[in-house]
Structures are given as structure tokens and as C-alpha cells.
């Protein structure tokens, strides 16, 4: 009697999507591990090569299928899209707080509140100028840009709220990504000048940085007990730059693009 594998296989993975999808992550996570350590010599935050992973396997995965769900379009992997959905994405923003004290967070005081605005409206700034000089001209489209370089999450959802095509969304999605990658790589490299040694300088380089993804595994590679500290201030940068891209500084960028 012949044992169909490969049936077996397919179904234990779309009867347990998400169970399946954990156990991919999992995976990915313990290579991006040995990466880092043995490739990079931990040079590259073992976070960092994940993302760089799953952005390849979405890629894939995309183009195999003609989807727009990436790897997630591949009935095999199915339970990813149910994963990296909207309500475990969140999950996994505020939890990134935990642990946090209330007494160290007290202090970083106007320096903190500070970095947000300083954080958000310089990003925008450098972000829509790029966007310009690049011919997109449209307040909307400039807008939605330098809304994703913000964050990844800011972009798309400046671009809802303007009515930007899902093209410029895409390319908002994609500059907060490239930063968050950035961020990432290079925290553990400036966290010595940057003097990234105490709650209230990584509390402060969360509201500059912003990208709470970034953040937290660039401070993760640096010094973990900093994490909450950086991304709970990360967390309020996204919070803001939702409520300011598409308003203020929206209103703002259309007043000089006329």
C-alpha cells in the first residue's frame, strides 16, 4: 500500500493554516538566527535578515501566483494571511510595550514629546521632497509618500483617507519598509555614538526613528532590556503621524503644490 506524502503534507497544512504558518516563522527565525551569527558575525540584527527572507518568499510567492497576497496566496501557506492579518499585527505593536516602567518613561519628558514631532514632520519633510523630485507632483501622491516613509503603517493609511491610487499606496508601504530594514541594521551599529545606553535615549530615538519594527529589533540586537523603552514611543510616533499626515500635513503640502 502506497503512502500519499505529498496529500498528507497538503493537508495537514490547509486543515492548520495558522498552527503551520507559526512553525514557517519558526523556521525562519532560527535561520536568520544562524545567518546572523555565523554570516554576519551579528553584524545584521538576526530580525533584519527575517524581513529580508520574508520579503523574498512574498516575492516569490506573489509572482508564482499572480496574487497580491504573496506567500499567502500559495494554498500551502495559507494561514500566513491569517497571521500577518490586522489584529495579530497589533497585537505584536503593543506588546512590544510590555514591560515598560511608568517611572522611566516620566522622564524622558519634553525630549520625548519632542523627538515625535521633530521625528514625524522631518521624515515627511525629506520624504516629500524625494517623492518630488521624482515627478510625482500631486499633493495626494507626495502626501501618501512621505506618509509611508513615516511607517509602513502611516502610508497606506494616509492614503485611504486622501483617495491615493493603489499604486502610490504601494510605494508608501514600500519606503516604510526600507527604513524599518534601515533602521534595524544600523541601530546596533549607531548605538554607541548615538549614546544608546539608558531608557530615556532609546525613548527618544523611538520618536525620531519611529518605526516601531525597527526599533524594537535594532535595540533588541543592542541591549534587549531597552526594547520596550524605544518601542513604546515608536508606538505613539505611529499613532500621531496618523493623525497629522492626513490632516495637517497634508493641508500643509497642498498649500505649496497649490
Same mark, same amino acid.
Given at each position: 500500500?502506497?503512502?500519499?506524502?505529498v496529500g498528507i503534507v497538503q493537508s495537514l497544512?490547509?486543515?492548520?493554516?495558522?498552527?503551520? !504558518? @507559526?512553525?514557517?516563522?519558526g523556521?525562519? #527565525?532560527?535561520?536568520? %538566527?544562524?545567518?546572523?551569527?555565523?554570516?554576519t558575525k551579528g553584524r545584521i540584527a538576526s530580525s533584519a535578515m527575517a524581513i529580508l527572507i520574508g520579503l523574498i518568499l512574498a516575492f516569490i510567492g506573489g509572482a508564482t501566483t499572480g496574487g497580491s497576497k504573496g506567500l499567502a496566496d500559495v494554498s500551502l501557506f495559507s494561514g500566513i494571511g491569517i497571521m500577518g492579518g490586522a489584529m495579530l499585527?497589533?497585537?505584536?505593536?503593543?506588546?512590544? !510595550? @510590555?514591560?515598560?516602567?511608568?517611572?522611566? #518613561?516620566?522622564?524622558? %519628558?519634553l525630549a520625548g514629546l519632542l523627538s515625535l514631532f521633530i521625528g514625524i514632520v522631518g521624515c515627511y519633510i525629506v520624504a516629500a521632497v524625494i517623492a518630488y523630485m521624482f515627478g510625482y507632483h500631486s499633493a495626494v501622491d507626495v502626501a501618501?509618500?512621505?506618509?509611508?516613509?513615516?511607517?509602513?503603517i502611516v502610508g497606506p493609511v494616509t492614503g485611504a483617507a486622501l483617495g491615493a491610487s493603489s499604486d502610490i499606496m504601494a510605494l508608501s508601504i514600500a519606503a516604510g519598509v526600507v527604513?524599518?530594514?534601515?533602521?534595524?541594521?544600523?541601530?546596533?551599529?549607531?548605538a554607541k555614538p548615538f549614546g544608546l545606553r539608558n531608557p530615556q535615549a532609546a525613548m527618544v530615538y523611538g520618536g525620531l526613528m519611529g518605526t516601531t519594527s525597527?526599533?524594537?529589533?535594532?535595540?533588541?540586537?543592542?541591549?534587549?532590556?531597552?526594547?520596550?523603552?524605544?518601542?513604546?514611543?515608536a508606538t505613539f510616533y505611529t499613532g500621531f503621524g496618523c493623525l497629522l499626515c492626513p490632516s495637517v500635513l497634508f493641508l500643509i503640502t497642498k498649500a505649496i503644490l497649490g
Open positions: 500500500m502506497e503512502v500519499d506524502i497544512f490547509s486543515k492548520n493554516g495558522l498552527v503551520m !504558518a @507559526f512553525m514557517i516563522v523556521v525562519i #527565525l532560527w535561520g536568520s %538566527g544562524l545567518i546572523s551569527k555565523y554570516l499585527r497589533d497585537y505584536a505593536i503593543i506588546s512590544t !510595550a @510590555f514591560g515598560a516602567k511608568l517611572s522611566e #518613561l516620566t522622564k524622558a %519628558g501618501t509618500i512621505a506618509a509611508g516613509a513615516v511607517t509602513f527604513k524599518s530594514v534601515l533602521v534595524m541594521i544600523l541601530t546596533p551599529l549607531l525597527g526599533v524594537a529589533a535594532g535595540l533588541a540586537a543592542t541591549d534587549t532590556r531597552l526594547v520596550p523603552y524605544g518601542a513604546v514611543v
